[in-house]
C-alpha cells in the first residue's frame, strides 16, 4: 500500500529580484553573440518560471494546445494538468519516479488485472462542483480509453477495461491483460488526472483550454494564446494549501528567449539550453542556481540491418566499434552528458550500468570486422538525421568517427516532420533505403515506454532498425505482465543487451536537461528534469 | 471611382484564390506526418489514421480544397485536429497582436521617414542630405532580426527600460503598449530607411516638375508648396510601398515574435508548418494572404484618391 507524505507549508514573502545593471561590457558581447548564434541555430524549446511576491512566474517550452487529458499532446500541458487536477497518485518531488498516495487514501495491485482504490473522504471540485467520488474516478478513466471520445492519450491507460464503483469512495480498476506501466503511467501520469463528471458533462462532455472544475492545489484561472496560463490557489483544494497565490506559465519555445527573460528578471527558473550552461556557469546571474538534471530521452544511431549494405552484422559490429561516443557527448552536448547503456535512463527499473562496447570505442577491431565481413573500403554509406544543431553536431561527429576506418557517410538531413516518415512501411519502400539514422525518443515514466518501439510488432512503425528478436519480444511481454521489479530489472537489462548484440544500435546518451532558478525559490524536479509545479516553494528566510 | 475600387477587388478575389489553390497543392507535396511529430512515437497506425481522417486526409485532393474553400466562404476555417479548437477562432485570437505589431511598426517609420525624407529633399547636397542617406541607408542594411536582439539585450536585459518578453497583460493598454515598443522599433527600422530613400528621390523630382514651377511663380510660399503640391504627389509611390510593406511584414514579424516571445500569426504559421497542422497553415495562410491584398487594395484606392489620373487610367 502506498501512503501519502506531507509538506509542511512555508509561510514567508518572496522578495523582487535585484535590478541588475552592471554587467560587464564583454559579458554583454559574448551574450549577444551567444544569442545570436542561438537564432542562427535554429532554437529548441523547454520550461522555465520566475516569483515576485506570491506570484511564480515560469517558463513552459510550449503553449496549451489543450488541457483536457484527452487530447493534451505535451509533457508540459501535462505539468499544468498535474498542478490543477489530483490523481489517484502522483510522483514524490524527491527526484525519483516512486508514486505516493494523491486523492487516493489507499491505492493496491489486487492481482496482475485488478488495482483497488479508496479516495479521501471531502477532497472538493472547484466551481461547486462538489465532492470527488468513485464515480469520478470512473468516469475519468473510461473517457480516455472510450473509441467515442477518440483521445489521442488513450495508448497511456494500457488495456484499461473498465472501473467498478463500490461505493461513494473506493472502486476497482480492471484492466483486459497485465500491464506493469499502469501506475507510474496511467495512475501517476498526465493522462490519470481526476475530472468531475458534472463538470465536463456540463461543457458537452469534452474541453479545451478552459477546464470546467479542478481538483489540484491551484485552480486554472486563465489561458491567452502563445502568452501564458494563470494557475491560481484552490481555495476548494483541501489539503496542504498551495504554497503561491498565483502561478504564471509562459509559453516561450525558444531557449534563448527563456534565458534572456530570465536575465531581464522576468523568470524565476527555466530550462536553458545546454550550450548555455557554461556562460550561466562562468557569469552567473546574482541570486540563482543552476541545476543539471539529467533527462529521459533517449538518442541513439540506429543501422537498418535489412538494408543489404548492413546486412552483415559484422558491419554493424564495426560501425558500433568505430563510433566514438565520448567525442559526440564533448561536441553536441559540451561534456554535460553522460554515456548511455540503453534506452532505459539511470534511477529507473532495467537501467544498465554498462555496455559492453566501450564509449570511445575501438576502431582497430572496428578495421578488423570490417576487413573479416570482406567489405570494400571506403564503405559508402547513408546517414540520416533531423536538421537540428545538435542532431548535425553529432552526425558530423560520426561521420568524422567513421571516416576513421574507411567508411563515408553521407549526413542527409531533413526537417523532423519529414525524417520521422524515413523508417514507415505504410508510405511505400522508402525504409529500406535507409541506412544509419540518428534518433531519439522521449521517455516516460516506466521503463515500457522507453522499450517497447524496438519489438517485432514496430517493425514499419517505429523500428526502423528492423530488429527482431524472439527472446527480446517474449522478455518484453514478461516485463509488462510482471509486478515483480527485481524480475523486471533483469527482464529490461536482459533486452538492452540483446539490443546491443544485435549491432543495430549505438547507444550514445540520454541526454540532460539543465534548469536555472532564483535562491527565492524551492524547485521541484521529476527524474525526468521536468518541473512539478505544484511542489514549488518559496524559500526560507526569503523577506 | 466605385469601379475602380470593384475592378480592383475582383483581382483581389482572384490573387486569393490563386495562391490559396497553390499553397494547397504545395503542402500535400510536402513529406511529413502531424501524428509523428506532435505524439512521437506513441502515434500508433490507428492514431494516425483518425488524425488523418480528423483533417480530412483521406479525402481526394480536390475534395479536400472544395470543402476548405467552401468552409472558408462561410468563415469556417475547420478544426484543429489536436486540440479540437476551431482553426478561425485560433487564427483569429493571434492575428491583432501581429495587426498591432505591423500597424505600429509601419507607422512608426512613416512618421519618421517621411519628414526625413522631405528634409533630406528640400536641403539637397547639404550636410543633413548626406548624414540622411547614409543613416536610411544602415537602417535598411542591418537585418531587423539583429536590431530585435540587440535592442532586447541592451534596453530589455541590460538596463530593463522595457519588458524583454510578451505582450503585456490583456486589457492593460499601457502595459501593452510598453510592450509593444522595442518589438516595434525591430520591425519598423529599416522601413524609417526606406520611406525616406523613396520620398526623397519622388521629391525631388515632382519639384522639378512645371507645376510646382508655376505655383513658385505665383508667389506661394514655400511651406504650401512642399506640403500642399509637391508632398502630396511624392507620397504616391510611398502608399504602393507601405501597402505592400504591410502585407510583407505580416510574415516578417515572425522574428520579431519569436526574438520577443509575442503572441502572433507568424509564430502560429511557423509551428504549424514544422509540425504539418495542416488545417492551422491553411487557415493562417489564408488570413495573412487575405490581409496583404487588402493592404495593397487600400493602398491602389488611396492612390487613386489622391491622383485621379490613376482612376482614369485604370478604369479604362
Keep these: 500500500m502506498l501512503r501519502c507524505t506531507v509538506h509542511p507549508a512555508l509561510p514567508v514573502k518572496l522578495r523582487l529580484p535585484q535590478r541588475q545593471t552592471d554587467e560587464s561590457r564583454r559579458s554583454f558581447l559574448r551574450r549577444s553573440a551567444l544569442a545570436l548564434a542561438g537564432l542562427a541555430g535554429g532554437g529548441s524549446a523547454r520550461v522555465g518560471w520566475s516569483s515576485r511576491g506570491a506570484i511564480l512566474h515560469i517558463r513552459n517550452y510550449v503553449d496549451v494546445s489543450s488541457l483536457d487529458p484527452l487530447s493534451t499532446l505535451s509533457l508540459g500541458e501535462g505539468m499544468i494538468n498535474r498542478a490543477i487536477h489530483a490523481g489517484l497518485l502522483r510522483f514524490r518531488p524527491d527526484g525519483s519516479w516512486k508514486p505516493q498516495l494523491d486523492a487516493a487514501a489507499h491505492f493496491e495491485q489486487l492481482d496482475a488485472t485488478r488495482y483497488g482504490f479508496r479516495l479521501k473522504p471531502g477532497q472538493m471540485f472547484n466551481n461547486g462542483f462538489g465532492e470527488m467520488t468513485a464515480d469520478d474516478v470512473k468516469f475519468s478513466f473510461e473517457r480516455m480509453v472510450d473509441p467515442a471520445m477518440q483521445s489521442l492519450n488513450a495508448p497511456d491507460m494500457g488495456p484499461l477495461d473498465h472501473v467498478a464503483v463500490h461505493d461513494r469512495y473506493s472502486g476497482t480498476i480492471v484492466l483486459r491483460t497485465p500491464y506493469a506501466a499502469f501506475i507510474p503511467v496511467a495512475a501517476s501520469g498526465p493522462a490519470g488526472v481526476l475530472l468531475s463528471r458534472r463538470a465536463v458533462m456540463s461543457v458537452g462532455g469534452r474541453f479545451t ?335 | 471611382m466605385a469601379k475602380f475600387v470593384l475592378r480592383r477587388a475582383l483581382i483581389s478575389l482572384l490573387i486569393l484564390c490563386l495562391a490559396v489553390s497553390l499553397l494547397f497543392g504545395m503542402i500535400h507535396l510536402v513529406p511529413g506526418d502531424p501524428a509523428s511529430v506532435m505524439l512521437g512515437p506513441r502515434a500508433t497506425p490507428e492514431l494516425k489514421a483518425e488524425l488523418a481522417q480528423r483533417m480530412g486526409l483521406d479525402q481526394p485532393l480536390a ?153 513658385r511663380a505665383f508667389g506661394l510660399p514655400e511651406r504650401t508648396i512642399i506640403v500642399h503640391y509637391a508632398l502630396r504627389i511624392a507620397l504616391l509611390p510611398t502608399v504602393t510601398i507601405l501597402g505592400l510593406g504591410i502585407g510583407s511584414m505580416l510574415t516578417g514579424a515572425l522574428f520579431a515574435e519569436i526574438v520577443f516571445s509575442r503572441p502572433g500569426i507568424g509564430k502560429l504559421l511557423y509551428e504549424a508548418v514544422l509540425n504539418r497542422n495542416y488545417p492551422i497553415v491553411m487557415g493562417a495562410v489564408l488570413v495573412t494572404t487575405g490581409f496583404f491584398v487588402l493592404s495593397t487594395l487600400a493602398s491602389d484606392v488611396v492612390n487613386a484618391s489622391l491622383d485621379p489620373r490613376l482612376r482614369v487610367e485604370q478604369g479604362r
Design chain 2, 63 to 215: 475534395v479536400q480544397l472544395g470543402r476548405f474553400v467552401a468552409g472558408a466562404a462561410r468563415g469556417d476555417l475547420g478544426i484543429d485536429p489536436f486540440s479540437g479548437r476551431r482553426v478561425t477562432e485560433i487564427v483569429l485570437e493571434q492575428l491583432p497582436h501581429t495587426l498591432v505589431l505591423v500597424l505600429a511598426a509601419i507607422g512608426g517609420a512613416s512618421l519618421l521617414g517621411i519628414p526625413l525624407g522631405c528634409f533630406a529633399a528640400i536641403r539637397r547636397g547639404s550636410w543633413l542630405d548626406r548624414l540622411t542617406a547614409v543613416v536610411s541607408v544602415a537602417f535598411i542594411a542591418i537585418p531587423s532580426f539583429v536590431v530585435a536582439l540587440y535592442l532586447l539585450l541592451w534596453l530589455g536585459v541590460q538596463w530593463r527600460w522595457f519588458p524583454a518578453i510578451g505582450a503585456g497583460e490583456a486589457g492593460n493598454i499601457a502595459d501593452q503598449a510598453h510592450h509593444l515598443v522595442l518589438p516595434a522599433i525591430a520591425l519598423g527600422l529599416g522601413w524609417v530607411g526606406y520611406i525616406a530613400r523613396l520620398v526623397r528621390a519622388s521629391m525631388l523630382e515632382v519639384m522639378e516638375e512645371s507645376h510646382i514651377r508655376t505655383a
Design chain 1, 209 to 543: 483550454t478552459q477546464p470546467p472544475c479542478c481538483s489540484g492545489p491551484y485552480a486554472f484561472k486563465s489561458w491567452q494564446a502563445q502568452r501564458k496560463t494563470v494557475l491560481e490557489r484552490n481555495p476548494a483544494w483541501t489539503g496542504e494549501p498551495a504554497a503561491f497565490a498565483e502561478i504564471h506559465v509562459y509559453a516561450m519555445n525558444d531557449d534563448k528567449a527563456g534565458e534572456l527573460a530570465f536575465e531581464a528578471g522576468q523568470l524565476d527558473c527555466c530550462q536553458i539550453s545546454v550550450e548555455s550552461v557554461d556562460p550561466f556557469e562562468r557569469d552567473m546571474p546574482p541570486e540563482s542556481t543552476l541545476r543539471v538534471l539529467p533527462s529521459g530521452r533517449n538518442y541513439w544511431l540506429g543501422m537498418n540491418q535489412e538494408n543489404p549494405a548492413l546486412a552483415d552484422i559484422r558491419i554493424r559490429r564495426a560501425i558500433q566499434h568505430a563510433v566514438d561516443v565520448e567525442a559526440v557527448l564533448e561536441a553536441a552536448w559540451f561534456g554535460l552528458a553522460r554515456v548511455s547503456t540503453g534506452p532505459i535512463p539511470e534511477g529507473m527499473t532495467g537501467h544498465r550500468r554498462t555496455a559492453s562496447i566501450a564509449p570511445r570505442g575501438n576502431p582497430e577491431l572496428a578495421k578488423r570486422l570490417l576487413e573479416e565481413a570482406g567489405a570494400g573500403l571506403p564503405l559508402r554509406l547513408t546517414l540520416d538525421v533531423s536538421a537540428r544543431a545538435r542532431e548535425l553536431t553529432t552526425a558530423q561527429v560520426i561521420q568524422w568517427s567513421l571516416k576513421k576506418v574507411g567508411i563515408e557517410a553521407e549526413i542527409r538531413a531533413q526537417d523532423q516532420s519529414t525524417f520521422l516518415t524515413i523508417g514507415r512501411e505504410d508510405l511505400g519502400d522508402g525504409w529500406r533505403d535507409v541506412q544509419l539514422f540518428l534518433q531519439d525518443f522521449v521517455g516516460m515514466s516506466d521503463p515500457y515506454y522507453s522499450m517497447t518501439w524496438f519489438t517485432t510488432s514496430q517493425h514499419g512503425l517505429w523500428n526502423w532498425e528492423r530488429f527482431s528478436n524472439a527472446e527480446f519480444d517474449r522478455l518484453h511481454d514478461i516485463a509488462l505482465a510482471t509486478t515483480d521489479e527485481s524480475e523486471r530489472g533483469r527482464a529490461y537489462e536482459r533486452m538492452q543487451i540483446l539490443m546491443e548484440e544485435s549491432g543495430c544500435y549505438r547507444f550514445l546518451t540520454n541526454g540532460v536537461m539543465p534548469q536555472i532558478f532564483r535562491n527565492t525559490i524551492q524547485p521541484a524536479f521529476r527524474p525526468d528534469g521536468y518541473a512539478i509545479l505544484r511542489d514549488f516553494r518559496p524559500s526560507t528566510g526569503v523577506a
